[in-house]
């Protein structure tokens, strides 16, 4: 992954400092990689999951993922991979949960708590301060994704406040996705009217309908916008079911899922009306106006929505849940707070959301696609899904507790390194090893920050202008119509980004802050220096191969003092451009 690149540009670097070839083909030939440290790194005691999880429901549930993963491993003569090392399972939990890799202090203070350190390790990442700040933004993600007019402006932060606020008073998942979609008011501002939450469906609206008239009052009946976008991300987000093209036909390869179902639900939404009038593509890295979001119960009042079959014949739908729940327009008089109530009660709304999570941690969804449950969907576990679902609901939907089950399970805490019997791809869906995922935009600029330690080189005050500019360049910056992005893969874009970036080689060089510059403040070996920096970056202790590599291409660089910050600060970006660190594994 970037290799050739990352190898090319160091040369050049290495000659223009005067190291030479030697020096800075050493480097990278001295970073092992995840599958060389299955055999060269450090030996720590593998553990188990946990036997005394911290929630008092958490071992009955833990103990169905590991015996349902188990009986589906037996079955398919699959031998799982080894537990990982502590390290490994550190810097990946510290990943997922608060979106960077571990600090060395918290490290330090891991590796000395003397009994169940992985379950306390995962109750501590929960109580952290950075908990809500990552989950509101990968749901930001989510809900208005990462390009588009709503995507980089106060829009997209004033959601992310909002969510942060959700995720840190741990609100169950049911009431947050029932705010999300019955919420009105204005989307910016402090007065009372003001709601981030009507952020999502601002963002969705679609193409708006011409009026009959002149006269704001004579719109069509049908509403002011079409609400297909935000129709389809309902369905797909919050129930798992790709509704989008059955907006034109019947869906090819799902026979339970008609045309008609997606205007079913989309007669939901037809009055909404908005005030205001949002950016547009070339306005989305300003500040945008406030809008407002509002239900008219004098828009299409009969609750009916026209659509055109392919034959060309018109059709007519009333508001008609998923699975044949329909509401009389006249006796309701909200809408959308209807459709949150069919929403949540849905049989798919507790396994979708499970089945996102279960991705999110493992690099696979239990059932695949991970948004698109259909009677082509691949899931090897698919009571296993409809369990966790269930207790997911029974226990009140707590968005802590799913995370808890998750990450003290057996399977999240194996190792990435395949054996013979799972090292092929039909083996991944069973999850016997943990599969590799590349960090997302979000978690390599964290992870970047707290390596390089670059609030103490750079200064706090500037970090979101500096992340919202770095992000802009290295985040593929278009979609579809449906609010789709092109998923995020690392690539040479990420290299390139990390090695040119002023502010990160403002951070490394710093003479007196900075990781290098502090960890030569202690005057520590050469041996304690070169593992300082293994820890701030890859989160683990440099074997005993790599230092030896590495001590022998600082003595043929012909620098006389082995310990001096040149040397030091191209060790340092040799580890932060290698695939161990730009990986989840």
């Not at 609010?483 to 990420?494: C, L, W």
Request: neutral net charge; aromatic residues 10%.
């Amino acid at each position: 992954m970037a290799y050739a690149f990352v190898h090319g540009f160091w040369m050049k670097r290495a000659l223009a400092l005067g190291f030479g070839l030697p020096l800075i083909a050493g480097l990278f030939a001295a970073v092992d990689g995840p599958s060389a440290r299955a055999v060269d790194g450090p030996k720590t005691t593998a553990k188990a999951a946990p036997t005394a999880p911290p929630a008092g429901n958490s071992a009955e549930v833990i103990k169905i993922i590991d015996d349902k993963l188990e009986a589906g491993w037996k079955e398919n003569k699959l031998t799982p991979s080894k537990p990982a090392d502590d390290y490994e399972f550190i810097r990946r939990v510290s990943l997922d949960i608060v979106g960077r890799v571990a600090t060395p202090a918290e490290i330090d203070a891991y590796i000395k708590d003397p009994k169940d350190r992985r379950a306390n390790l995962i109750e501590r990442l929960l109580k952290n301060e950075e908990y809500p700040k990552n989950w509101a933004n990968i749901w930001s993600n989510w809900l208005l994704t990462r390009s588009g007019p709503f995507s980089r402006n106060n829009y997209h932060e004033a959601l992310n406040v909002w969510l942060e606020d959700q995720f840190a008073q741990n609100i169950p998942y049911n009431k947050m996705v029932e705010a999300l979609v019955t919420a009105k008011g204005k989307n910016i501002g402090k007065d009372k009217d003001a709601n981030a939450a009507t952020n999502f469906i601002l963002a969705h609206l679609g193409e708006p309908i011409a009026p009959k008239g002149a006269n704001d009052k004579d719109y069509h009946d049908e509403g002011h916008f079409t609400m297909i976008p935000v129709t389809s991300r309902i369905t797909r987000l919050f129930l798992g079911v790709q509704t989008q093209c059955t907006q034109c036909h019947d869906h090819p390869f799902d026979a339970k899922l008609r045309q008609r179902d997606f205007w079913g639900v989309n007669a939901f939404l037809r009055q909404i009306e908005r005030k205001g009038t949002p950016p547009n593509m070339r306005q989305m890295n300003g500040p945008g106006l406030t809008l407002e979001l509002l239900d008219n119960e004098n828009i299409n009042t009969d609750g009916l929505v026209t659509y055109e079959k392919r034959n060309g014949v018109f059709m007519v739908s009333k508001p008609v849940f998923l699975g044949g729940s329909s509401i009389d327009p006249a006796k309701v008089k909200n809408r959308r707070e209807e459709l949150a109530s069919l929403l949540v009660e849905h049989e798919n709304f507790p396994k979708a959301i499970v089945n996102r999570m279960w991705a999110h941690f493992f690099g696979k969804g239990l059932s695949n696609p991970v948004d698109d449950f259909t009677e082509q969907s691949q899931c090897a576990y698919p009571e296993l899904l409809d369990e966790l679902g269930k207790q997911y609901k029974h226990y009140g939907y707590n968005q802590k507790d799913l995370i808890r089950w998750i990450c003290n399970s057996k399977a999240y805490q194996l190792s990435c390194v395949a054996n013979k019997t799972n090292d092929k791809p039909d083996a991944e869906p069973l999850f016997s090893r943990m599969l590799l995922k590349s960090m997302s935009p979000e978690q390599l600029f964290e992870s970047l920050w707290v390596s390089t330690k670059m609030e103490d080189a750079v200064g706090a005050t500037g970090k979101k202008d500096f992340k919202d500019k770095w992000q802009a360049s290295l985040i593929t910056n278009f979609g579809d119509d449906e609010g789709n992005e092109v998923s995020f893969n690392g690539t040479v874009v990420q290299a390139l980004m990390m090695m040119n970036g002023k502010e990160i080689n403002d951070a490394i060089n710093n003479a007196d802050k900075g990781t290098v510059a502090q960890i030569m403040k202690k005057k520590g070996t050469p041996d304690s220096v070169i593992n300082e920096l293994y820890m701030a970056s890859l989160n683990r202790p440099a074997t005993a191969k790599e230092i030896a590599k590495i001590k022998t291409v600082f003595k043929e660089s012909r620098v006389k003092d082995a310990s001096l910050p040149p040397q030091l600060q191209d060790l340092f970006w040799a580890l932060l451009n290698s695939n161990e660190f730009l990986l989840n594994h």
